[in-house]
């Protein structure tokens, strides 16, 4: 055997193998030369391929995926979006709660348990936002009920000023105009119906009377048994007080002919009227109301009680107020309990204005003159 010698000899693309065969009985070295360029095109031309392939493969494989996330994921994502929109507008404008895409998914992942936490918050939320408007939509109802419930009792603006500060309210004024009214024969009509009648008969009247202080923006006071008092001129100052009063007494005198008694006789009522300083307010802590004091006010109570049936007797002081607009006849001198002697009058009626003179000239009827509200003779 002789020795091999191995060599290789690169350059570029060819590859040089030299072998020393030392068995021949002659000396040989044998070359073997191999050109490799064409081997290394088809590698190259393998790679491009491969990597061909593999973008081809990438690109499947991207849109697959883009696919199922865009399907699994993202849809999904931007509908929970959305929904969060619908829910935040919901609650904001108090409206119905809105139809959501993601109370219609079913999911066991990740994403699924996000949404079902969604839905959980949004209905308690919803729940309570309503529990609360329920809650305070009761409690305007109340409100307004109690607030109407102490309008009943006080004028609005003692009402105000009561719930703003409580505590004592007194104020004096120096003209107002009193009224008080009261049932004649209430005794011998409380015998001839029953308790309940007599009641439901009361509430009728004064309710009629109470809609006349309304129209007339007076204000009503109390009513004792069957008394009624009214007074103008406060809590709201007004000039007009005794015109207001005196036309509500004439429109009382027509209400009251409206009701009957069992027997088909008339219930009739006496009023008096005074004018002057008195001061209202409230005191007290339970059962309080807006009530008056002063001379004016007792006063005008013996206006009435001194009065006669079916008549309206009004002070000098209120006279004064009323000559130039009503008709009124001088009672005379008059023995008041507690006061002495006091001069009154009777109210009549109002004073035709000069277009119902005109039409009563003109129909052959003339009213009679008076000087100073008082009748001539």
């Known amino acids: 055997m002789g020795r091999i010698f191995i ?20 000396d040989y070295l044998v070359v073997i030369r191999h050109d490799a360029d064409q081997i290394k095109q088809e590698v190259n031309f393998f790679i491009i391929r491969i990597a061909g ?24 994502i931007l509908n929970l979006r959305l929904d969060l929109i619908k829910a935040g507008k919901s609650i904001s404008n108090n409206q119905e709660p809105p139809k959501f895409y993601s109370a219609s998914t079913q999911r066991h992942d990740e994403l699924g348990d996000v949404i079902s936490a969604f839905m959980q918050m949004f209905t308690q ?58 049932i004649t024969d209430f005794t011998g009509l409380a015998s001839q119906i029953s308790p309940t009648e007599l009641v439901s008969l009361l509430n009728q009247i004064f ?4 809609r006349l202080a309304e129209r007339h923006g007076l204000e009503k006071i109390k009513t004792i048994g069957d008394a009624y008092m009214v007074v103008g001129g406060l809590p709201k100052p007004r000039k007009d007080h005794a015109e207001a ?21 008339i219930i009739n009522i006496r009023i008096g009227i005074n004018t002057g300083p008195v ?17 004016a006010v007792n006063i005008a109570s013996r206006m009435e009680s001194h009065g006669k049936i079916g008549e309206i007797q009004v002070s000098s002081s209120t006279y004064e107020l009323l000559k130039h607009q009503y008709v009124l006849e001088k009672r005379g001198i008059v023995q008041v309990k507690g006061r002495g002697e006091m001069i009154t009058y009777w109210l009549k009626s109002r004073l035709p204005t000069p277009v119902e003179s005109q039409v009563k000239t003109n129909g052959h009827r003339q009213a009679p003159s008076f000087q100073g509200g008082e009748p001539m003779t």
């Not at 290789?8 to 002659?26: E, I």
């Not at 005196?246 to 409206?258: C, G, K, P, V």
Request: with cysteine; charged share 25%; proline share 2%.
């Open 7 to 26: 060599s290789t000899l690169h350059s570029r693309d060819r590859y040089d193998v030299a072998c020393h065969l030392q068995s021949l009985k002659d």
């Open 53 to 76: 392939l593999v973008l081809i493969i990438s690109i499947f494989v991207g849109i697959g995926t883009m696919i199922v996330l865009e399907k699994m994921v993202i849809t999904p």
């Open 125 to 182: 939320i919803h729940q309570a936002i309503t529990e609360r408007q329920q809650a305070e939509e009761a409690l305007r109802v109340e409100k307004e009920k109690s607030v109407q419930l102490l309008l009943n009792v006080l004028p609005q603006t003692i009402a105000e000023q009561l719930k703003k500060q409580p505590g004592l309210i007194a104020d004096r004024f120096e003209q107002a105009t009193i009224l008080f009214a009261d």
């Open 207 to 210: 309710s009629s009377f109470d």
């Open 245 to 265: 009063i005196a036309d509500m007494a004439l429109d009382m005198q027509q209400e009251i002919y409206r009701f009957k008694r069992e027997d088909n006789k």
């Open 279 to 295: 001061v209202a307010g409230v005191i007290g802590l339970k059962k309080f109301s807006y009530d008056l004091w002063g001379d």
